[in-house]
C-alpha cells in the first residue's frame, strides 16, 4: 500500500502532518486540556494521559506509519496542535477507516469536518476505494461530520471496543466511495 503524503494542506490555515517525537509535550498538553470533552467518547484517556502515554502514541503512530498499518496526523493551526486524525487499514484492502478528535476549544469551527474532507480525497487518491467512519450512536457531534459530508450511513451494530464513559455500546458506520 502507499502512503499518503507525510503533510498534507486542509486550508490556508489547517495543515497535517505527520507525528514527530518532539510532539510529546504539545499532545499531551492538548488531550489534558480536553480530558473532560473526549473521556465520554474514548478509552484511550480513561485514566487521565501521561507523560508516557503521549510518549507510546508517538512511538506508536510512528511505527505504525512506518508499517503502513495506520497514518496518523497531528491537527495544526499556525503551527500548534489542536487535535490528530488518521487514515486506519484495519477494514482491509481499498478501505480505510478515518479516526479523529479535536482540542475542546477548538470545536465547533469545522475544523473536523474539514480535515475528514481532506483526509478522504488523500485516501481517494492513493487508492482507496471507500472510507469510513465508525462511532457511538449518543456522539451526535461526530456524527454530524460524516452526515454533513455526504456519507451514506450502512449499518448500526453492537460494538467491539472497549466502551468510553458515555457511549451505548451501539456504533453507527458511515461510508463514503471514491468518485
Do not use: Q
Request: glycine share 8%; net charge negative; proline share 3%.
Amino acid at each position: 500500500m502507499k502512503a499518503p503524503a507525510e503533510e498534507v494542506a486542509v486550508s490556508d490555515t489547517i495543515l497535517l502532518r505527520r507525528w514527530r517525537a518532539d510532539d510529546v509535550a504539545a499532545v499531551r498538553r492538548a488531550v489534558a486540556e480536553s480530558i473532560d470533552h473526549l473521556r465520554p467518547w474514548t478509552s484511550w484517556v480513561a485514566d487521565g494521559y501521561p507523560v508516557e502515554a503521549a510518549r507510546e502514541f508517538i512511538d506508536t503512530t510512528r511505527r505504525r506509519w512506518d508499517e503502513r498499518v495506520t497514518f496518523d496526523y497531528a491537527i495544526t493551526i499556525s503551527g500548534e496542535i489542536v487535535g490528530g486524525c488518521g487514515l486506519m487499514t484495519r477494514l482491509g484492502p481499498g478501505a480505510f477507516e478515518i479516526g479523529y478528535w479535536v482540542h475542546r476549544a477548538r470545536t465547533g469551527e469545522g475544523i473536523i469536518t474539514k480535515t475528514v474532507e481532506r483526509l478522504a480525497e488523500v485516501a481517494f487518491g492513493i487508492g482507496a476505494e471507500r472510507v469510513v467512519i465508525i462511532h457511538d450512536e449518543l456522539n451526535e457531534r461526530s456524527g454530524a461530520v460524516p452526515a454533513r459530508l455526504g456519507f451514506r450511513l450502512l449499518e448500526r451494530r453492537a460494538s467491539e471496543r472497549e466502551r468510553g464513559a458515555a457511549e451505548s455500546g451501539t456504533e453507527l458506520v458511515w461510508e463514503l466511495r471514491a468518485p
